[in-house]
């Protein structure tokens, strides 16, 4: 008896290793199982979390940390395998590793690495694991900045490898976008040489690999470590197929690797030339408005003319606050947004790959900010922005005015100050050697939890109409309130026989509530008059006491002004191809567009440049996205502008459009579920007049909103240093 049941036991205890063993498999390779019988098993969150349209990979392998420096180099003891175990462990303590897909890695193959290095330097790095300590060391002297160890060999190809899985899973579809935590990193490596603690090109490597084995056409690499990869710039110098952005601390060459190519004056060569973007750094200390400004008027309308097919980033965060290296000042919160604003590029495929990162607090709450986000959580409010530092300022005009003759979105960007060259190297006035105070330890804010409300949309929609699928259908479930019915006939102006027409109003309004009060994440709402349900939901916020701030973005023919009151509580900014700069105000921004919002191009540059900084700036509680029937916005460039704007107020979006618009209903809602925006197709070159316009509102609105600047401003703010 005894017997038996210890064999029923062992029987059921290897029964669920193997149920567990092949979940975990499943988990990873999900979709070639789909017809598995073991499926119906899962509960409805593992279905969820395996469909390939909302999944993040997560490439990690613990052996990459199975190497570290074997003397002593003040140069490299910074690079230690505790980075990669922090990060890791972060993921898992936060429930984030679970919520992705985790990918194996594998060893990138010779015919791999070749597609970058040369033979001469792969044999060479092939002898490491054999050599002695003082044959490493000897072998090691040779490169700057670097280290090898018998076992780096290897993890150098998981390295590498880890980026041609990530590229694997997004290409096939298996997956939506992902990270690879990795060690060594790749940036800094050259066709022939080690550099910078990094021995293989990992993303470098993994470009040529999507271009040969995916046929990609296009593709972005944003290198947003605080080094200059230009491992990643030689690659690519003459390649117009792949567009290299690269911010970095310089400091007029002072700062390593000390090169005259990285400054903002390297912008490609020969067919290449305009496809190598350079944001030399010249002050530390830089915070988040610094990155996001160089963002909204560099980076992100010049992606956005490229158009990628991929993005990669070279996800360093030694950028970020603490990290001895960087001695920025940007938080950790700060990747959120770089991240979510690259994820409507490319129908939403980036692939992060872990670069640099030293500072073992903020390099984990950094990367799980990015994970986070890649998973599609509400965003973190972008808080207490002001605008760039003088120094930064610039770096933006010095970058602006050398690529305006390669982008049709710079080309109205002010020219280079002929006297003012960033690149002249400064001599340092008070004698060299600053020396460094290593020693008072920096403190800041953990990142606040971002929650995910429990419905994420909800559509308010008539009768007849359905509701798309992933969307809540918004019932009221209260009887509207005397009151409120009062209120609205006032703001409406309807009569009180149109009982039907002021009880939908006042579900709208208790849809607002909802999503004001965070209940709900954004909500949609299908009206037979959005003039109307614009008016009583402006109304409705101006007159409770909260003191949420509300961002309206309105496109549409029709003057609105009069909703305005410049209490600062409320900021509308409308786009049409009416002039009404007449009329504008702090809180009142008419965006004149040449083909009001049906052309795509100068749409989605004015969001870019003028929409998305005064947003960000503004910092509202609510965005309310209003869609008149006039307004002829295109389906893509509506979506991407839904997309964007969920960077805002935590993704608490209103959109209001009216009932005969029923068919966009679905893409809308789409887009507020985080699906990221269908490409726009290369953009047709932007007009004068395109951006013409949206840089005089710019330059007429900078004093106010500082996130607008782009050069160090002649009606004189005293910004700091
Ligand atoms: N303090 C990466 O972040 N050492 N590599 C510079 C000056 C080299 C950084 C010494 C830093 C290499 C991937
Ligand atoms: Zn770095």
Request: glycine share 6%; net charge negative.
């Amino acid at each position: 008896m005894i017997v038996f049941m210890l064999l029923c036991f062992l029987y059921i205890y290897i029964s669920v290793c193997i149920f567990l063993l092949y979940k975990k498999r499943v988990d990873a390779w999900c979709l070639n199982h789909v017809t598995s019988p073991t499926l119906p098993l899962l509960a409805n969150c593992e279905l969820s979390k395996m469909n390939p349209d909302t999944t993040t990979a997560l490439i990690y392998d613990e052996e990459m940390t199975k190497y570290k420096l074997l003397w002593v180099d003040p140069a490299c003891k910074i690079e230690v395998p505790e980075r990669l175990t922090v990060s890791y462990e972060a993921l898992v303590k936060t429930g984030l590793a679970d919520r992705c897909v985790s990918v194996p890695v594998r060893e990138a193959t010779d015919e791999e690495i070749l597609l970058v290095h040369s033979e001469e330097y792969l044999e060479a790095v092939k002898q490491t694991p054999y050599m002695t300590l003082e044959d490493l060391q000897m072998f090691t002297l040779q490169y700057g900045d670097v280290y090898f160890h018998p076992n780096i060999y290897h993890c150098a190809k998981l390295a590498s490898g880890a980026a041609l899985q990530l590229v694997d899973s997004v290409m096939t579809g298996k997956v939506r976008n992902g990270m690879a935590l990795v060690r060594p990193p790749g940036h800094h490596s050259k066709r022939s040489a080690a550099n910078g603690f990094c021995v293989f090109n990992n993303v470098s490597i993994a470009a040529k690999y999507a271009k040969q084995k995916y046929g990609v056409k296009r593709i972005l690499i944003v290198d947003w470590d605080v080094h200059h990869g230009q491992g990643v710039q030689y690659c690519f110098e003459e390649d117009p197929s792949v567009l290299y952005f690269s911010w970095h601390r310089y400091e007029h060459q002072k700062f390593w690797p000390n090169l005259r190519e990285s400054d903002y004056d390297s912008v490609g060569k020969a067919e290449g030339a305009g496809f190598n973007i350079n944001v030399p750094w010249n002050k530390v200390g830089l915070e988040n408005s610094d990155y996001l400004s160089v963002f909204f008027h560099v980076l992100l309308p010049v992606a956005y003319e490229f158009c990628p097919d991929l993005v990669f980033v070279c996800a360093g965060f030694d950028a970020a606050i603490g990290d001895p290296e960087g001695e920025m000042c940007a938080t950790p919160d700060v990747f959120a947004h770089l991240t979510h604003l690259l994820m409507n590029l490319a129908d939403g495929k980036v692939c992060a790959v872990l670069e640099g990162g030293y500072n073992l607090k903020s390099l984990p709450q950094s990367v799980c900010e990015t994970v986070q986000t890649l998973l599609g959580d509400p965003l973190p409010r972008p808080a207490n922005l002001k605008g760039p530092c003088k120094s930064a300022l610039e770096s933006l005009h010095c970058v602006r005015a050398t690529h305006r003759k390669y982008w049709s979105c710079l080309k109205h960007a002010d020219k280079l100050p002929s006297d003012e060259l960033s690149t002249k190297p400064v001599k340092s006035a008070e004698g060299e050697a600053e020396e460094k105070t290593e020693t008072e330890e920096l403190v800041w804010p953990d990142p606040l939890k971002r929650i995910s409300p429990n419905v994420r949309t909800a559509a308010l929609v008539p009768e007849g109409v359905t509701c798309p699928e992933g969307c809540r259908l918004f019932c009221s479930s209260q009887e509207p309130e005397p009151n409120l019915i009062k209120q609205l006939q006032e703001s409406s102006g309807l009569d009180t026989a149109d009982a039907a027409a002021l009880t939908s109003l006042s579900s709208l309004i208790s849809l607002m509530d909802k999503v004001k009060k965070a209940e709900i994440r954004s909500g949609l709402a299908l009206v037979p008059d959005v003039s109307i349900a614009m008016n009583c939901v402006v109304q409705h916020a101006a007159s409770s006491s909260s003191s949420n701030r509300m961002l309206i973005v309105l496109l549409s023919e029709k003057m609105a002004k009069s909703c305005i009151t410049e209490d600062g509580k409320t900021m509308l900014v409308q786009f049409s191809r009416r002039s009404l700069e007449a009329e504008m105000t702090k809180y009142y921004i008419p965006v004149c567009l040449k083909q009001g919002c049906s052309g795509v191009s100068g749409l989605i540059h004015a969001v870019l440049s003028l929409l998305l900084p005064l947003g960000y700036e503004f910092d509202p509680g609510l965005v309310l996205l209003v869609r008149a029937p006039d307004c002829r916005v295109s389906e893509r460039a509506w979506q991407q502008l839904t997309g964007l704007l969920q960077g805002l107020a935590q993704g608490h979006t209103l959109v209001l459009m009216q009932e005969s618009e029923r068919s966009s209903v679905a893409p809308t809602v789409s887009s507020l579920l985080g699906t990221p925006a269908p490409s726009l197709g290369p953009l047709s070159a932007l007009g004068s007049e395109d951006v013409e316009a949206p840089e005089k509102l710019r330059l007429k609105l900078q004093r106010h909103w500082k996130l607008l600047q782009t050069t160090v401003s002649e009606n004189k703010c005293d910004d700091d240093g």
